[in-house]
């Protein structure tokens, strides 16, 4: 008789602002505060409107980033249910290669974002530099979602399987009747992924993702075509 897998299933119910948080973000502003003090000593009072404006923008951009992302998180988690696994980046057996790939994404987007956040308070010392904020507001974007992949224990790039569905992305979700999970002949750890659109004019979607063999199983014992029969017939 074949045993259920012990899969993780992950409380994914949002997180909360705690003492180390809040310590964490003392720890940043003093750092930017003591990197960012000698540029505004040397600047004019225009120079400096200029420099608060600039931060003004990050802060706004990076608020309303994580504030909308997690709020389209919430909404998807409120109809998920906990999650069971994720797929692992490329053909890798394990998380580890995900894990890693996803913190030195955000580390060096993190570095690019305060380079140019510090380039552009240069350029303030001329003009206000509207092309550099521009940058600075796609790079924040992009980082600020790193980071949240990061909050999420969330490989980025990754398909969360839910209880009651699947994320292809952070944000987009489909339920398990739109599914059909398939064995892949080519890849041990591989699953074959059957969606249907949630829309009658667009076709079913098929993709080979790679899991670990306790996911896969699981996946297939839940999801696949003999499951999905037993759920459609009636009776």
Same mark, same amino acid.
């Given at each position: 008789? @074949? $045993?259920?897998?012990?899969?993780?299933?992950? @409380? !994914? &119910?949002? %997180?909360?602002?705690?003492?180390?948080?809040?310590?964490?973000?003392?720890?940043?502003? /003093?750092?930017? *505060? /003591?990197?960012?003090?000698?540029?505004? &000593?040397?600047? $004019?009072? &225009?120079?400096?409107?200029?420099?608060? +404006?600039?931060?003004?923008? @990050? +802060? $706004?951009?990076?608020? /309303?980033?994580?504030?909308?992302? *997690?709020?389209? &998180? !919430?909404?998807?988690?409120?109809?998920?249910? %906990? %999650?069971?696994?994720?797929t692992n980046v490329g053909m890798a057996r394990s998380r580890a290669l995900g894990r890693t790939a996803t913190a030195c994404n955000f580390f060096f987007m993190a570095i690019v974002y305060l380079a140019n956040l510090i380039l552009a308070i240069l350029f303030a010392k001329q003009d206000f530099p509207w092309i550099v904020i521009i940058s600075q507001v796609q790079v924040g974007i992009f980082t600020t979602i790193l980071f949240l992949q990061l909050w999420w224990d969330r490989d980025f790039g990754a398909i969360e399987f839910f209880e009651n569905g699947m994320a292809a992305v952070s944000f987009k979700y489909t339920p398990w009747d739109q599914i059909i999970v398939r064995p892949c002949k080519l890849y041990e750890n591989g699953v074959n992924l059957?969606?249907?659109?949630?829309? #009658?004019? *667009?076709?079913?979607?098929? +993709?080979?993702?790679?899991? *670990?063999?306790?996911? #896969?199983?699981?996946l297939l014992k839940h999801h696949g075509e003999e499951s999905q029969f037993h759920k459609k017939s009636p009776g």
């Open positions: 008789m @074949d $045993t259920e897998p012990e899969l993780e299933l992950v @409380d !994914e &119910r949002p %997180r909360q602002f705690g003492l180390i948080h809040l310590l964490v973000l003392i720890a940043v502003l /003093a750092l930017a *505060s /003591a990197l960012l003090a000698p540029l505004f &000593r040397t600047m $004019t009072a &225009r120079q400096a409107v200029f420099a608060l +404006m600039i931060l003004l923008v @990050d +802060m $706004t951009v990076v608020a /309303a980033t994580f504030i909308f992302c *997690s709020m389209l &998180r !919430e909404k998807v988690l409120s109809v998920a249910g %906990r %999650r069971v696994g994720q059957h969606i249907q659109s949630g829309t #009658k004019h *667009s076709g079913a979607t098929m +993709m080979t993702v790679f899991v *670990s063999q306790p996911l #896969k199983q699981y």
